[in-house]
């Protein structure tokens, strides 16, 4: 199989993101990947499976094997000519705008160099598809058997036990600047009946954060322990803020809530319309009027089968086998 190239951008040992899962599950597949990771300390090379190596230098690589450059971070398009590349996927993850604006200059350099161009969202497909002949729709996944396990019987996390005097809203992910403070804010307000959890690390300043008796911010959790605080969540919430980079966003965390069983309610993105029975909000008013329904009936057994059977169809492995059969189809037209 070809060695599947990713140049340092995401910590593959912080919170999973898209290139993790995805070349995590290609390399199950049979790609060779190597996965460089110098965003920490590292040998030059760390093989963790027989198929998937973490490299700490860049310098430490054959340039003179032929590699698949899987391209996330735009300025990388700068750096291509130093490889010997056999094929470049570019994958857009997000829509460059907002705080992504920055990298919006590189986009025309991802398309230009890619033979293949996968897109996460519905909106990010349609800005593409005109502008390259090789663009395919593959949106965000889940670690199905991991999120699921929340259903299974478990102990109560500690810091959450205390809790517990009220049913839990729950959410986790980056505290990051596209969240609607004063709508989280306005609900807690609104509903002091309910506590609304919080982890994730903060990339906004605290001082942001909107506090109340009922808002409980607990800090980052390694993903290995989501589903045991999932496991006693009543909701999950995507209390995103309704711009142009949210728009185009296919959120993670939507499909690991479903995986979990969990209802849930978001403020009004596109990219969810659909989406087993997630609550979409178009005003704060609707949003807690959801998060009523979500609390009081969003545990019904058909309704949790419903969530789990979508999360099922829409595992990593599932996007991951996908993407193996268009590089297979690439590299078919390429050479023939």
């Not at 190239?5 to 912080?14: A, E, H, M, Q, V």
């Not at 959410?171 to 609304?196: E, H, K, Q, S």
Request: charged content about 20%.
């Amino acid at each position: 199989m070809d060695k599947i190239l990713y140049l340092p951008c995401f910590d593959f040992f912080n919170h999973p993101q898209r290139p993790q899962h995805l070349l995590w599950e290609l390399s199950k597949l049979g790609f060779e990947v190597i996965y460089c990771n110098v965003t920490r300390s590292l040998p030059d090379f760390v093989r963790i499976s027989p198929t998937f190596t973490l490299c700490g230098n860049v310098d430490a690589l054959d340039l003179k094997k032929s590699y698949i450059m899987w391209l996330t971070h735009g300025p990388y398009a700068d750096l291509l000519f130093n490889f010997n590349l056999r094929m470049v996927v570019s994958d857009f993850a997000d829509a460059t705008v907002d705080e992504f604006s920055q990298f919006a200059a590189y986009d025309e350099k991802k398309l230009e160099a890619a033979d293949l161009v996968l897109a996460a969202s519905q909106k990010i497909f349609d800005d593409l598809y005109n502008r390259h002949h090789n663009c395919h729709l593959i949106k965000n996944g889940v670690e199905f058997e991991h999120f699921n396990r929340s259903l299974s019987k478990g102990r109560i996390p500690q810091d959450l036990a205390k809790l517990m005097t009220k049913p839990i809203i729950g959410f986790w992910g980056v505290l990051a600047p596209w969240l609607d403070f004063p709508l989280i804010r306005t609900a807690a307000d609104m509903r002091p009946n309910y506590n609304f959890v919080f982890l994730g690390a903060a990339s906004t300043p605290v001082v942001n954060l909107p506090q109340g008796k009922n808002i409980f911010y607990l800090g980052p959790r390694n993903k290995e322990v989501l589903p045991d605080y999932a496991r006693w969540f009543d909701t999950a919430i995507i209390p995103f803020e309704v711009k142009p980079v949210t728009l185009a966003a296919d959120p993670l965390k939507a499909y690991e809530y479903l995986a979990c069983g969990l209802p849930v309610v978001s403020t009004y993105l596109p990219q969810l319309e659909g989406m087993a029975d997630v609550m979409l909000s178009r005003t704060p008013e609707e949003f807690i009027s959801n998060l009523d329904r979500a609390v009081f009936s969003g545990k019904n057994p058909e309704a949790i089968e419903s969530r789990i059977a979508f999360a099922r169809r829409n595992s990593w492995g599932m996007r991951a086998a996908q993407v193996a059969k268009i590089i297979d189809d690439t590299l078919a037209f390429k050479i023939g």
